[in-house]
């Protein structure tokens, strides 16, 4: 049984307890860009508001759940099934921490979405299921984060490094998390071909919103603007 299943149920009224809507405003904020999406890769998306909220905002869409909790996956379904989505998701239940599941890999996503999951891996997880997020998707693919984060500078730097050490601290008696810090998911996902198109910051930085693509497309993108200078 995955260390999260026991949280399923109590998840959001902690969330709200701890941060109100915050972390949610963070999942939403690129949906409206996010509409024509068509195959959706989810990576745990927990009590699955983004993929319920994604589904309804993009119609045509199908989407491909996979998270280690089972319980999770539970209220991920209810929710796509409470507003008519369910024919357009299926779910898988595999930890992530070895990378993505061959299943995964010869299917097609021009979207994957991971909200406040990468922080429960290490840097070398993370690499994992970067280099298998590039051999799964559409070249014009794009990625779409939400994560605490620690600012480099600001009254909100010293805040922003007790919170986050806190929720280690918490997730790991809650759960047996194991990982304790912040992946550098950044500089991984770079290396291995995205690149960051637009960022929102929320709490003074400790939470931020991020929006990346195939970093092959947007190449092409900035050679067609330049010949067409």
Known sequence: ????????????????????????????????????????????????????ALLQEAKTADALAIDASEAMLNALRKRCAAVGAELRLQTLRTPLNHGLPEAVAARHFDLIATHFFLDCLNDA??????????RCTTPDARWVISEFRVPNHGVMQLPSR????????????????????????????QRNGWRMQQQHAKLGGL??????????????AEGIKSNQQ
């Open 162 to 189: 007790l919170i986050v050490r806190l929720l280690y601290l918490a997730f790991r008696v809650l759960t047996g998390l194991r990982a304790q810090q912040l992946p550098a998911y950044g500089a991984i996902l």
């Open 125 to 134: 997880e993370v690499e994992e299921i970067a280099h298998g997020a590039t």
């Open 207 to 220: 939470l931020a919103s991020e929006l990346w693509q195939r970093a092959d497309n947007t190449d092409a």
């Open 1 to 52: 049984m995955s260390g999260f299943d026991r949280l399923a149920k109590p998840y959001r009224l902690m969330e709200y307890v701890s941060f109100g809507k915050a972390l949610e405003h963070c999942r939403f904020h690129f949906l409206p860009q996010l509409r024509n999406t068509q195959r959706a890769l989810l990576l745990g998306d927990g009590d699955g508001r983004f993929t319920a």
